[in-house]
């Protein structure tokens, strides 16, 4: 039986890439127990399930899911907030003797659970006085910045008055530097987990564009506008972390009069496209993803 020594599994790649089929088939094979922990922004919602490509409730009774359909939509998602969470469910697993698999995209939200990244806090009354104080003064406001924290100061313009009024606003609430958060995103050394595996799907670029349009041509066809129109009907706005959603968005132009319905695949497929560009750039970076197939993570993992 594993123990809290256990290795902490990830597998992680670009949308439409095979993380679900192949995190399923791992578990399946797998010795002993496996329970996957879902690293997404948007499968956390309830009811966001086309859009999101959501694991299907037969999948989730064969192996146990985790931070899927935990808030509703009208709730908003922080990365921190996240963090909390899913390192939370790890620890569990962990104690019960089985292996986590954390299964998704988001190179930020793996991130913040497997590496000690820092994210300083917020208020909104704080960054508010800021913003009026230096409303007229963007560059004054930076030339400020730079007296108390020239490191954040030098990766941002001087004109930036929105990122120098968010670093000054983190050294009102915590006396730190904004640039002493950053010191944990800039090394990939070492994992709060010790045994954590990495496998990284990135499928050739004309075979993952393919995947990308057949997927959002099943999405439509699945009733992805019917899905958008039930969820405006229930909770009425989307919370700004859901509305970020790729379909929903679209979905709901369709829903306004400001997309035509024969549109929306491709507008779908379109915006899946450069997210999934974003996500291998993000993943590329971290030396623990190396290109991995399918076939290379059933024989390694199980």
């Known amino acids: 039986m594993a123990s809290a020594t256990s290795p902490v599994l990830a597998l992680v790649g670009p949308t439409a890439s095979g993380k679900t089929g192949l995190a399923l088939g791992v578990a399946g094979s797998r010795p002993g127990p496996v329970e996957l922990v879902a690293v997404d922004a948007f499968t956390v919602y309830r009811g966001m399930d086309i859009g999101t490509a959501k694991p299907t409730p037969a999948e989730r009774g064969d192996v146990p899911h985790h931070l899927v359909d935990v808030l509703d939509p009208d709730e908003d998602v922080s990365v921190a907030w996240f963090q909390t969470q899913a390192r939370a469910v790890v ?26 990244l820092r994210f300083p806090p917020t208020d909104p009354d704080v960054r508010a006085g800021l913003e009026e104080r230096w409303a007229d003064r963007p560059r004054a406001a930076w030339a400020h910045l730079e007296e108390r924290d020239p490191d954040a100061a030098a990766r941002i313009d001087p004109g930036n008055l929105r990122r120098t009024v968010r ?38 670029t004309a075979e993952l564009r393919a995947a990308i349009r057949d997927r959002s041509r099943r999405m439509v066809a699945a009733g992805l506008l019917d899905e958008a129109r039930d969820l405006r009907a229930r909770f009425g706005a989307l919370s700004s972390t859901a509305r970020q959603a790729i379909g929903y968005q679209e979905a709901l132009a369709v829903l306004d009069g400001d997309l035509a319905e024969d549109d929306l695949a491709g507008a779908v497929a379109d ?13 590329r970076r971290d030396p623990r993803c190396t290109p991995t197939s399918p076939a290379e993570v059933l024989t390694r993992w199980t």
């Open 91 to 116: 620890d569990e697993v962990l104690g019960r003797g089985a292996t986590p698999l954390l299964v998704g995209g988001s190179g930020l939200y793996f991130r913040a659970v497997v590496d000690d």
């Open 167 to 204: 670093a000054l606003e983190v050294l009102e609430l915590t006396g730190e530097r904004f640039s002493s958060f950053r010191a944990s995103w800039d090394t990939y050394a070492s994992s709060r987990y010790p045994g954590l595996d990495v496998a990284y799907l990135e499928p050739p």
């Open 271 to 283: 915006r899946t496209w450069a997210y999934a560009r974003r996500q291998r750039s993000w993943f």
